[in-house]
């Protein structure tokens, strides 16, 4: 049952990428729920009826000015009975549509769902900007160590 | 055009083996391979595990770099002191 669920999630989630490719601002609505919280990067916090509101405004704005071609990572999916988390990243390539400029970005996801009339809908959606990846201050110590070492035995 | 439904990273995992062994369905084959072309952190365990696939299937034997079996076993010698 739980690996339905999870399937289920997957096909909704993958309705969420094809949206975005699409630029089908009602499609990608229809994969939220009514009400749902949208605390997305970048922009302000929204909550309930506002925030479909705001996800229409933005991307219909968004699918004017640029192409985007979404890449959905999903690390895991979790079902606990009728609401589930997902969380991973979404990689985003946005192509101006006038001047062919290409911005790349990559953000961290993590989204809770919940199960209206038998479809899953996200119920609460956070994000924010990956950086980039850095070692901590003793790991490159000890990498730096270990490459020494091993120059030194030949 | 077909849609490839999305596969988490814990699925994709799961699946490696029998993935590299050719032994998954042509759908989640396809879900694999659009997930590791876009997912950094599972293309390097599959690369992982293929390699070592690889080179347990051939049973070649490969030349060591000088010095390696010293470090090796000073380095075991540490790791069992701790």
């Not at chain 1, 994969?31 to 009514?34: L, Q």
């Not at chain 1, 101006?96 to 062919?100: E, F, I, K, L, W």
């Given at each position: 049952m739980v690996k339905d669920d999870q399937h289920a999630i997957s096909v909704a989630k993958t309705e969420y990428r094809e949206a975005y490719n699409n630029s089908d601002v009602q499609r990608l609505l229809a994969?939220?729920?009514?009400g749902f919280t949208d605390w997305t990067d970048g922009e302000p916090s929204f909550y309930g009826t506002e925030a479909c509101r705001a996800l229409e405004l933005r991307t219909t704005e968004l699918f004017e000015k640029f192409r985007i071609e979404l890449f959905v990572i999903i690390i895991d999916i979790v079902v606990k009975g009728e609401i589930a988390f997902d969380w991973g990243w979404h990689k985003v390539r946005s192509t101006?549509?006038?001047?062919?400029e290409v911005i790349d970005s990559k953000y961290r996801y993590f989204e809770t769902w919940t199960k209206l009339d038998g479809s899953w809908k996200i119920k609460y959606i956070i994000s924010n900007k990956e950086l980039t990846p850095k070692m901590l201050p003793e790991e490159e110590s000890t990498a730096t160590a270990q490459a020494a070492a091993e120059k030194a035995a030949g | 055009m077909e849609q490839i439904i999305l596969i988490t990273c814990i699925e994709v995992r799961r699946e490696l083996s029998s993935y590299i062994e050719e032994d998954v369905s042509p759908e989640l084959r396809a879900r694999i391979d659009q997930h590791v072309s876009g997912c950094a952190g599972c293309k390097a365990v599959y690369d992982g595990v293929r390699n070592v696939l690889t080179l347990v299937s051939t049973g070649e034997i490969i030349a060591l770099p000088r010095g390696f079996s010293a470090r090796l076993y000073r380095h075991l010698q540490q790791t069992s002191a701790d």
């Open positions: 994969v939220f729920a009514p101006d549509r006038q001047t062919g | -």
